[in-house]
């Protein structure tokens, strides 16, 4: 198992920009992928990002291609979400998730806003 913590959210204006961050308790190395997920007000979670942690190979939701850029630092056990063109739609609670095996672990969230 490994503890995830978020940190880097925060109230934005619609266009601007926040790099989210995720640092594991332990190395990431061993875990196949670790992705970014947000859920809003009386909406499912849902998943914004993946990233394969030994080739680097990622996905995205529809709804933030080309605005997102999720990558990773093995060396310092960390994930990054950078969010750009950010729109009030955007708003949300946003979670780390490690694929680890049983089960997959969570951070506590970090709180993204985003004004119009």
């Known amino acids: 198992q490994v503890q995830l913590v978020e940190s880097g959210g925060g109230l934005v204006q619609a266009g601007g920009s926040l790099r989210l961050s995720c640092t594991a308790s332990?190395?990431?190395?061993?875990?196949?992928?670790m992705g970014w997920y947000r859920q809003a007000p009386g909406k499912q979670r849902e998943l914004v990002a993946t990233?394969?942690?030994?080739?680097?190979?990622?996905n995205y939701a529809d709804s933030v291609q080309g605005r997102f850029t999720i990558s990773r630092d093995i060396a310092k056990n960390t994930v990054y979400l950078q969010m750009n063109s950010l729109k009030p739609e955007d708003t949300a609670v946003y979670y780390c998730?490690?694929?680890?095996?049983?089960?997959?672990?969570w951070g506590q969230g970090t709180q993204v806003t985003v004004s119009s």
């Open positions: 998730n490690a694929a680890t095996r049983p089960t997959p672990n």
């Open positions: 990233i394969t942690t030994s080739g680097g190979r990622t």
């Open positions: 332990r190395s990431i190395f061993s875990i196949n992928a």
